[in-house]
């Protein structure tokens, strides 16, 4: 079974401040996404990368870096967090191959 | 550009009532995959079923649905609704078969409550 784990599942910060979103993934997958889910919006695409070092732009980037340190490690970076991006923040891996998205259990950010 | 259209925001039922939850689609590519996934609450998203076929039924959880590449449409369908299949439904479309990149598009949901 494919594994993804997004940490923290929970985090509260104020405006301006600086949050970090962990993801690891351990199936060996080249692509990791990282996606927000808002009600009336759906899933939407941040950044994603196909391998460590690597780094696509995604829908909605704005506000928001990305780095992928190996394989394995996808992070989200809020430097300057604004309350517009309060959300439900999920990390994905695919492989090459297989289309098909696995999700990680999602982190709850709240920026007051 | 490449969009996913669920018109349903919410759909709510009463128990063993047919279920059918519209996705219709617009791309240039004539190779389009269909999705959809399904989001219960407290877990992950995950994929229910998916398809390039046209014409073609796909089933999976006793859920089916066929990708009509005439009408661009995707539509999820079940005989009959549980309890249990309250959840979240996106349907999600990629422009490429298992190429590089599966950067999927995904519409904003449907949230199908199910009623006793």
């Known amino acids: 079974e494919a594994a993804v784990t997004q940490s923290p599942r929970n985090k509260v910060t104020v405006t301006g401040g600086n949050v970090t979103l962990s993801c690891r993934q351990t199936n060996s997958h080249n692509y990791m996404y990282w996606y927000r889910q808002d009600t009336g919006h759906g899933l939407r695409l941040i950044h994603y990368?196909?391998?460590?070092?690597?780094?696509q732009i995604g829908d909605v980037p704005d506000g928001y870096k990305a780095t992928r340190t190996t394989q394995e490690d996808f992070f989200l970076l809020l430097e300057l967090a604004s309350p517009s991006q309060t959300s439900l923040y999920f990390c994905?891996?695919?492989?090459?191959?297989?289309?098909?998205?696995?999700f990680g259990a999602g982190t709850r950010l709240s920026v007051l | 550009g490449d969009s996913v259209t669920q018109k349903e925001g919410l759909v709510t039922l009463t128990e063993g009532l047919p279920v059918m939850l519209n996705c219709t689609y617009q791309t240039i590519y004539s190779n389009a995959f269909l999705f959809w996934y399904v989001h219960y609450l407290n877990e992950s998203p995950r994929l229910l079923l998916k398809s390039s076929t046209d014409n073609k039924r796909t089933e999976h959880q006793g859920f089916h649905a066929t990708l009509h590449k005439s009408s661009s449409s995707f539509h999820l369908q079940k005989s009959s609704a549980q309890l249990s299949d309250s959840a979240l439904y996106y349907c999600a479309l990629s422009d490429r078969y298992g190429s590089s990149g599966n950067k999927l598009i995904f519409g904003i949901g449907t949230l199908l409550s199910v009623k006793p």
């Open positions: 990368s196909y391998g460590a070092g690597n780094l």
């Open positions: 994905a891996s695919s492989s090459n191959s297989q289309n098909t998205l696995y």
